[in-house]
């Protein structure tokens, strides 16, 4: 049998076709018409399918497979082959289905269960039952299946595991390890799937920080439910921050500033409340998040004091300077880093990591940030921070983000700065830009971002002009201008500060016909 997609229409959901091809070559209609899922609207949760993406329901993937099986005597391992085949052909977004063989059906039709699903119908039944040693078990072999892909996970999800895995919890309640045991299911349920979260589950994981917040396992296993549940979710990230999840985070912190991973995860929990990704909602409180981590609760100085217990931990010092990159959201946050010692610590790990791609672009992505402070600007360069930017750029050429947050940072120090300019030439920042450009034509970021720093070298500093324009300049940011139409108006700014002849298009000049078409 071959899976075929009917034609998609206008409206949000779609037949999808069982056509199968015989061995002779002719086609055949499937026995039974199958419904297509929703088109995914790209919410918070990862079981969504992508924005504009075909979706099928799991049972129509499995009914596909059955009938290759079943109808053409396929063995197991081929159904499966075939079915992902015909249904990706044909635009189909499979990365929620498990794409396993579902145990055929009993004697008396009724169709079996998937090995995740008949798992959690055992831990239901163990939570239902107050067996504590069975719940304990069970809950281990249900975290290992939800921790083996995203698919499982959702499938569990949408057959009720959450309000099961909540019910273990509370079952779990005064038994520390089996509470353990719960809140990494729990975590590992919630990956990719947020929108499982409800206010009650909320107020347990709130209660439970709060409550064994001097136990740095309890602690951690409940903000790697945090992390899971805000990541692309902002009502869940606006509730955990109205309940006072803030000064839970940063105190456990402080509390445990000797514990890798409980600094690290909750450095990045205080960085997920500073994100903005979640597209079904059109204005976050992000930057109000960042504002009350550091007003209300003294971010920075804990993340910095935090940074000096783990002077060899590349792992988590990456991970507190992106965070300090998300919290540098005005002026006087990005001179309070430098103040506090922030800005030395960067540039010494910068130094230290130069062989290590996360940890360098997680630093360049700082030093871009706090640079938005002209005063920062002339000591970020003081501190020698530009010659390490540019050794990083070039050491990581092949390394298309790290060139992009190098010639970021160097653009933004460059910016109304020409002493900075001066020194970034000397540096051979420009000839670095220009040879990420080459090395990485097809990225728009990294084209976009040297385009903006060789306009920022220039514009106040003409004689750097053509020193540049040797380089090969021209070429470059013309093709840059050709390939990617959002490098259009930084590439042409490029070239006229530079003194290349430029067309410029008119696009309304205010007459009758209105913008131009």
Not at 53 to 60: L, R
Request: aromatic share 4%; proline share 3%.
């Amino acid at each position: 049998m071959r899976a075929g997609l009917g034609s998609a229409v206008a409206c949000v959901r779609w037949p999808v076709g069982a056509g199968a091809l015989s061995a002779a070559g002719g086609a055949r209609e499937g026995a039974a018409q199958r419904t297509a899922g929703d088109r995914g609207q790209g919410g918070g949760s990862s079981c969504s399918s992508k924005m504009g993406s075909k979706q099928i329901t799991q049972e129509t993937f499995d009914d596909a497979v059955q009938e290759n099986i079943t109808e053409f005597e396929m063995d197991p391992e081929e159904a499966v082959r075939e079915a992902v085949q015909q249904f990706e052909s044909q635009g189909v977004d499979l990365s929620n289905i498990v794409k396993a063989v579902r145990p055929p059906a009993s004697e008396n039709g009724q169709k079996q269960k998937h090995e995740i699903l008949l798992t959690l119908d055992a831990l239901g039944k163990a939570v239902d039952d107050s067996d504590l040693a069975e719940v304990a078990e069970q809950l281990v072999v249900f975290t290992a299946q939800c921790k083996e892909q995203l698919a499982f996970r959702c499938l569990a999800g949408q057959n009720g595991a959450y309000p099961v895995v909540f019910s273990a919890c509370q079952v779990a309640s005064g038994d520390r390890n089996l509470m353990l045991k719960a809140f990494y299911t729990l975590s590992a349920l919630l990956d990719g799937q947020p929108d499982l979260l409800d206010t009650a589950g909320q107020d347990l994981l709130l209660q439970t920080l709060q409550e064994y917040r001097e136990d740095a396992d309890m602690v951690l296993a409940g903000i790697r439910c945090v992390r899971h549940a805000c990541l692309k979710h902002e009502q869940n990230r606006q509730d955990f921050v109205k309940g006072g999840i803030l000064p839970l985070l940063t105190g456990a912190i402080v509390q445990h500033r000797h514990s890798a991973d409980v600094v690290r995860t909750a450095s990045s929990a205080l960085r997920i409340m500073t994100f903005d990704d979640d597209i079904r909602v059109p204005f976050g409180h992000a930057h109000d998040h960042a504002k009350m981590i550091v007003l209300e609760n003294d971010g920075l100085r804990v993340l910095i004091e935090a940074a000096k217990a783990f002077t060899d931990n590349s792992s988590v010092l990456s991970e507190l300077c992106a965070t300090l990159s998300r919290l540098s959201v005005r002026n006087e946050f990005c001179q309070e880093i430098v103040d506090l010692g922030g800005l030395n610590f960067m540039v010494s790990l910068l130094a230290d990591c130069i062989d290590h791609p996360d940890v360098v672009k997680q630093v360049l992505s700082a030093i871009r940030a706090v640079a938005g402070n002209d005063d920062v600007k002339d000591a970020i360069v003081s501190a020698g921070a530009t010659d390490l930017i540019v050794l990083a750029i070039s050491h990581h050429l092949t390394n298309p983000q790290i060139c992009e947050q190098g010639c970021a940072a160097l653009c933004m120090l460059a910016l109304r700065k020409p002493e900075n300019c001066s020194i970034i030439m000397e540096g051979g920042g420009a000839l670095a830009a220009l040879q990420a450009m080459k090395a990485h034509p097809r990225e728009v970021a990294v084209q976009k971002q040297a385009c903006m720093l060789i306009r920022n070298l220039v514009s106040r500093s003409r004689d750097f002009s053509q020193p540049i324009l040797e380089m090969g300049a021209e070429n470059l940011i013309t093709e840059a201008r050709a390939t990617h139409r959002d490098c259009d108006d930084v590439a042409k700014a490029a070239l006229r500060d530079l003194g290349c002849k430029v067309e410029l298009r008119e696009l309304w000049t205010g007459q009758k016909g209105g913008l131009a078409q």
